[in-house]
């Protein structure tokens, strides 16, 4: 009953920027926190970023401010400006969000299905 689209990656070099981009659809009431997540091939899958429904947001510390997450309330969307980026940065890209519905109080945390982000040297 609720869907997250990711859209915006591709192939850049490194040093370049791309700006991710996450819509909510459905069944929503609300949403609370909204996040990044990556997973690069052989590896877990990391916290990118948070944000609150307040535009409150947390970082993972090896970012070290290249990344920037910001929110559209009205449209249920979250966004990354992904900046400098390095080939490390290659993985796909999930969003996901806290989201209340509109058939009951309780919150669940829905996922995209991730867009593939690779920087090339």
């Known amino acids: 009953q609720v869907q997250l689209v990711e859209s915006g990656g591709g192939l850049v070099q490194a040093g370049g920027s791309l700006r991710l981009s996450c819509v909510a659809s459905?069944?929503?009431?609300?949403?609370?926190?909204m996040g990044w997540y990556r997973q690069a091939p052989g590896k877990q899958r990391e916290l990118v970023a948070t944000?609150?429904?307040?535009?409150?947001?947390n970082y993972a510390d090896s970012l070290k401010g290249r990344f920037t997450a910001s929110r559209d309330n009205a449209k249920n969307t979250v966004y990354l400006q992904m900046n400098s980026l390095k080939p490390d940065d290659t993985a796909v890209y999930y969003c996901?969000?806290?989201?209340?519905?509109?058939?009951?109080?309780?919150?669940?945390?829905?996922w995209g299905q991730g867009t593939q982000v690779t920087v090339s040297s």
């Open positions: 996901n969000a806290d989201v209340i519905t509109d058939w009951g109080p309780n919150q669940y945390r829905y």
């Open positions: 459905g069944r929503i009431k609300s949403i609370n926190t």
């Open positions: 944000i609150t429904s307040g535009g409150s947001t």
